[in-house]
């Protein structure tokens, strides 16, 4: 009886670890939101990880989060990391690209897992800017991190969605930068005091 039950169990195992070379070794994770301001209200929202964290979906998991920033304050080269709570866990975050009112692309490393790449992608829509934030990672050839991988869109995909409404309702609620004023020259107000 014995035997059998341990038989039974090792053709399980070899099923599930064959069954996983099968499955997708990258994964692939994208949610989209619209907001009601131009790209260059938008825009800045994204390239600094200190303001990242005022919309961020994980800030609110743990109150007491430990950040420490380096390099610069926004922009390309600029890193977070983060030790937190067991919902929250650690990690290290940091801008590579910026390709201005268009995307940013940043490195991303969870706790003891591989790589990820995450990505702010920003176009023209009709009522503001659409914003797609993506997340791509390679789970390896880890069968675990492969079983993992089909589930990721599920557990990150819910915040993503608050992530984003988060910053679309702070964008929104921001007022609109207003264009800045044009120097009025000798000559003109000259003019003009001629004129009247």
Not at 38 to 50: E, I, N
Request: charged letters at 15%; a neutral charge.
């Amino acid at each position: 009886m014995v035997k059998k039950i341990l038989g039974t169990l090792l053709v399980v195992v070899v099923v599930l670890l064959g069954g996983a070379l099968f499955l997708p070794q990258q994964v692939h994770v994208s949610r989209v939101v619209v907001v009601n301001r131009p790209v260059a209200a938008v825009f800045p929202w994204l390239t600094s990880l200190h303001r990242f964290n005022e919309w961020s979906p994980w800030a609110a998991l743990d109150p007491n989060v430990k950040l420490d920033f380096s390099g610069p304050d926004a922009g390309v080269g600029a890193t977070m990391t983060w030790s937190g709570n067991s919902k929250v866990g650690t990690g290290r975050q940091s801008i590579k690209e910026v390709v201005a009112d268009q995307k940013v692309v940043c490195d991303l490393q969870f706790g003891g897992s591989g790589p990820a790449q995450a990505a702010w992608l920003l176009s023209p829509d009709e009522t503001g800017t659409r914003i797609e934030w993506t997340l791509d990672m390679d789970v390896g050839n880890n069968p675990i991190g492969r079983y993992v991988g089909l589930f990721l869109d599920r557990m990150v995909g819910p915040d993503y969605e608050r992530g984003l409404a988060n910053l679309k309702q702070l964008v929104e609620r921001a007022p609109e930068p207003q264009p800045a004023a044009q120097p009025t020259s000798p000559a003109t107000t000259s003019a003009n005091a001629a004129t009247s």
